[in-house]
């Protein structure tokens, strides 16, 4: 006889875990069924390499929604986010005033350092810099709440879900024209235009423009991109926006943060534990049947899986209207992020700025200029791998040096671009991977030739490999691709943006859903609170 939950999840990634936390503590017997050994989906900590452990998909956070960590009392649960200071950005041999080992770009939290700094560069941006920060931040504050609206529907003839975005016109009416105007220009400008409004300084513009690029299928010229860029700005760690954070004990730290909050709220959670399909019964989702043939009853069934997999491959064929159907299948992901992780023995050192030091301590930044994060892009356009990629570095082990043995560390590479569909000339990535991860190298070697001497083990991901291990299609680490008419009443589909499916008590809980990707947790709080809504049951 099949075992019976009030709730099933699809998924034991940080939104599934999220939703089950929120709906077992509003009594609901809830399961969740994850299909690998370890939960986390793609905020997952391995250890890859005897005695190192690394953040192998995931790897940084400041998105994590500060209402969940709140609410679900993550800090009792183990959750600690350690700071990470700054960006570094290489330059190579013979560039700026150090024309020796290369000059360097390198801004930090602290604001007036990294002003100093700027004004070595260009006194103009440095007076630019706190108008733009102030102003970003302004932006990220109006905008922020459409992460706890659901969205409605427009062509609905109930008014009442179109409430929330009626308030969030009625504060774009009390911004000054000037706040308007650049509003308007981060939803349709590119990262590179709009920064280059405000500054002059190449290396500066570059690294700043890579928030605009981060898991998208577009160059930093693409219209669109300066919303990407607004998005990540978006982020904070105790209330300062733009603040960014190593989780302790890696992305997997976050992840079993939660899964204990749910735990301890009731929830029960199931590791290699695949589901096959999702049972339905006319119109409704009834529950689960597992890869082994074990079946779960459940009333509602929440998935945290993409909408491909949820709607294409879990359920089966004919359940869903051919139109809904072709709707999934326009929905774009087009996944382009490789990553690639280092085990080292001893620090990388960088020519323009030799030695250890507190540079090393925060992200560094493969992106020397413009050209180079466009050129980047137009590898990636004819189905090549970025011969020279953009690459945002970090040593988590100077912030946590658990993760590694004592002096040594891991480096964490997350690589643009990869692009998922590869020339068929090139053939597949199961035969690029090594040459991908060969190119990464060399491209690290250009600004600190001592990689390959310290590097002691290497995992290379490819889209590919985010397919098949963390089951996004595609690769794509945002389960849908964060462009303008993939957001809000949109995604994923229209019509189906409030976590609702045409399949009664089946609903939507990943970053498929609004308001996107990244370790954030909207989505799996808005999901499990519109199930409690729609339940009766009290929201706690």
């Known amino acids: 006889m099949a075992q019976r939950y009030d709730a099933v999840i699809i998924g034991g990634g940080h939104n599934g875990l999220i939703s089950a936390a929120y709906l077992a503590r509003a009594g609901m017997r809830t399961l969740v069924l994850e299909r690998r050994h370890v939960l986390g989906g793609a905020a997952v900590t391995e250890e890859i390499v005897p005695g190192f452990r690394f953040s192998v998909a995931s790897y940084v956070v400041s998105l994590l929604r500060p209402e969940v960590i709140r609410e679900l009392r993550l800090p009792e649960h183990g959750l600690d986010i350690l700071p990470l200071d700054g960006t570094f950005t290489p330059l190579p041999a013979g560039s700026g005033a150090h024309t020796g080992g ?29 108008e733009y920060g102030q102003l970003m931040v302004e932006m990220a504050r109006f905008i922020k709440p459409i992460l706890g ?7 609905d003839r109930d008014p009442r879900p179109l409430l929330p975005i009626a308030a969030l016109a009625r504060s774009f009416g009390r911004l000054t024209e000037r706040q308007q105007a650049v509003f308007v220009q981060l939803m349709t400008m590119s990262a590179a235009d709009f920064l280059d409004q405000w500054f002059e300084t190449d290396p500066l513009k570059a690294t700043m423009s890579a928030s605009g690029i981060i898991g998208t299928y577009q160059g930093i010229r693409s219209p669109g991109t300066a919303y990407v860029l607004l998005h990540h700005y978006m982020g904070e760690i105790d209330g300062a926006f733009r603040a960014w954070g190593i989780p302790k004990g890696g992305t997997g730290g976050v992840s079993y943060a939660i899964a204990r909050s749910a735990q301890a709220l009731g929830a029960e959670i199931r590791t290699e534990a695949p589901v096959a399909r999702i049972r339905t019964h006319g119109d409704r989702a009834t529950g689960v049947v597992l890869a082994d043939g074990e079946e779960i009853d459940a009333s509602v069934v929440l998935s945290s899986a993409d909408a491909k997999v949820t709607f294409l491959d879990l359920l089966a064929p004919g359940t869903l209207d051919a139109s809904f159907e072709e709707e999934v299948r326009r929905f774009k992901f087009r996944g382009s992020s490789g990553k690639v992780n280092l085990a080292v023995d001893r620090l990388p050192d960088f020519t323009c700025l030799p030695g250890v030091g507190e540079h090393l301590r925060g992200a560094i930044s493969f992106s020397p ?21 953009y690459i945002d570095m970090i040593i988590p082990t100077l912030v946590d040096p658990q993760m590694a043995p004592p002096g040594k560390h891991v480096i964490s590479c997350f690589v643009q671009y990869a692009p998922y ?21 060399d491209r690290i070697a250009e600004f600190a030739p001592n990689i390959r001497d310290i590097t002691i083990g290497r995992q290379v991901l490819t889209p590919l490999d985010i397919e098949r291990t963390m ?18 009443f949109n995604r994923p589909v229209p019509g189906y943006a409030r976590f609702r499916t045409p399949i009664r008590d089946l609903w939507l809980s990943g970053s498929s859903t609004h308001p996107g990707g990244g370790l954030m947790g909207a989505n799996g709080r808005l999901a499990a609170l519109e199930v409690l809504k729609s339940r ?4 706690a």
């Open 421 to 441: 569909k590869l020339d068929p000339a090139l053939g597949t990535w199961d035969d690029n991977r090594e040459a991908f991860g060969d190119a990464v190298m």
């Open 536 to 539: 009766g049951r009290k929201v």
């Open 369 to 389: 200029s413009m050209d180079d994060m466009e050129r980047a892009y137009d590898d990636a356009k004819y189905g090549h791998w970025s011969r020279k990629p």
């Open 471 to 488: 089951g996004l299609t595609e690769g794509n680490i945002f389960q849908g691709e964060l462009s303008l008419e993939q957001l809000f």
């Open 149 to 155: 609206i659901v969205p409605g529907d427009p062509t």
């Open 102 to 130: 290369g000059d360097y770009l390198w801004r930090v939290n602290d604001h007036g350092r990294t002003v100093r700094e700027l004004r070595r560069w260009s006194t103009s941006d440095a007076e630019a810099y706190e």
